[in-house]
């Protein structure tokens, strides 16, 4: 059965470029994005381990870790490191599943049968404090994945868990967001104070609450 938004994500122990982990304590009571790579010392997933690589502070901004799985070995992910620090610049700072049991990826049903190979496709599982699963992505091998989308729904769910708003298309940090239909009008009187601007009943736009 394949997981879905608001299920638990399963636990498992699994050994790591940083030693032997238990994913739901090293989850801990913050975020973490979960994803999966077709197999080391390949040239896209060298690009973006490099850029995950860069983007831990944005990641840390937000409470959230980041740890990778493919279905090689920890030792040729430890040699593969060194080829991603070399022509990216940047030494990877967090760890790497190694799941040669396949155990991590077909529990999350990152191999696909049709790819005609066992190596994992481009998965994202995007992971909150309660340990559910708020966002899944699945790329095709031969395109990157876009780092900023991700950080930009983490945004979104965090904002939207917080306060009774929706984020329209595009919507970036900072940008105005949608007050959810559920709220009728004078209780939107009770959340935002300062007002919005009525489109159609349904669509009542106002700025970022936490800005």
Not at 5 to 12: E, R, S
Not at 102 to 116: A, C, F, I, K, N
Not at 138 to 166: C, H, M, W
Request: charged share 25%; glycine share 6%; with cysteine.
């Amino acid at each position: 059965m394949s997981l879905r938004l608001g299920d638990i994500a399963p636990d498992f122990e699994a050994e790591t470029t940083e030693g032997t982990i238990n994913f739901h304590d090293w989850i801990g009571d913050g975020w973490v994005v979960l994803f999966s790579h077709p197999a080391d010392f390949t040239p896209v997933c060298t690009t973006e381990l490099g850029e995950t690589t860069r983007l831990k502070e944005q990641f840390a901004k937000r409470n959230c870790k980041v740890i990778a799985v493919s279905v090689d070995s920890v030792e040729d992910h430890k040699a593969w490191v060194g080829d991603i620090d070399e022509t990216q610049g940047c030494a990877v700072n967090f760890p790497i599943i190694g799941d040669t049991n396949r155990h991590v990826s077909e529990t999350y049903d990152m191999l696909h049968p049709g790819e005609g190979d066992t190596s994992t496709v481009r998965s994202v599982f995007v992971i909150d404090a309660n340990k559910k699963i708020r966002m899944t992505l699945t790329y095709p091998k031969s395109a990157g994945r876009n780092f900023d989308e991700i950080l930009r729904v983490i945004d979104s769910i965090q904002l939207t868990d917080g306060y009774k708003v929706a984020t329209p298309v595009n919507w970036k940090d900072g940008e105005d967001v949608i007050i959810v239909p559920s709220l009728s009008d004078e209780e939107a009187k009770e959340h935002f104070p300062d007002g919005w601007k009525t489109l159609k009943p349904y669509l009542r736009v106002t700025k970022q609450p936490n800005r």
